[in-house]
């Protein structure tokens, strides 16, 4: 069974940044894809960014382009995603996600593994 386990939110005043893990445990992620997504209150849950585990390739939501970064911890099976220049509108809760589809993908009914979610609430 896969598990992903996310940590790294909390509050932070406008333009910190935080960083966000996510440790996966139950197989191997080496041909997984894996995701980031956020749900703010009264909204669905959106795209943010994607990693191609194998090929290292990236994509990012326009919203976050150039000031979030997502990567992954070679020696181990985490992804990360640095959060910089954070804004009260990216007050959310963000959710790793994982898929065993090769590619990158943006849609969340393109994964089958997600986490519990951790919150991250940006003020003015």
């Known amino acids: 069974q896969v598990q992903l386990v996310e940590s790294g939110g909390g509050p932070v005043q406008a333009g910190g940044s935080l960083r966000l893990s996510c440790a996966a445990s139950g197989r191997t992620f080496g041909r997984y894809t894996m995701g980031w997504f956020r749900q703010a209150p009264g909204k669905e849950r959106e795209f943010v960014a994607a990693l191609s585990w194998a090929g290292g390739s990236t994509s990012y939501a326009n919203s976050v382009k150039g000031r979030f970064t997502i990567s992954r911890d070679i020696a181990g099976n985490t992804v990360y995603l640095q959060m910089n220049s954070l804004k009260p509108e990216d007050t959310a809760v963000y959710y790793c996600?994982?898929?065993?589809?090769?590619?990158?993908?943006?849609?969340?009914?393109?994964?089958?593994?997600w986490g519990q979610g951790t919150q991250v609430t940006v003020s003015s």
């Open positions: 996600a994982a898929t065993n589809k090769i590619g990158l993908y943006v849609q969340s009914s393109d994964y089958n593994h």
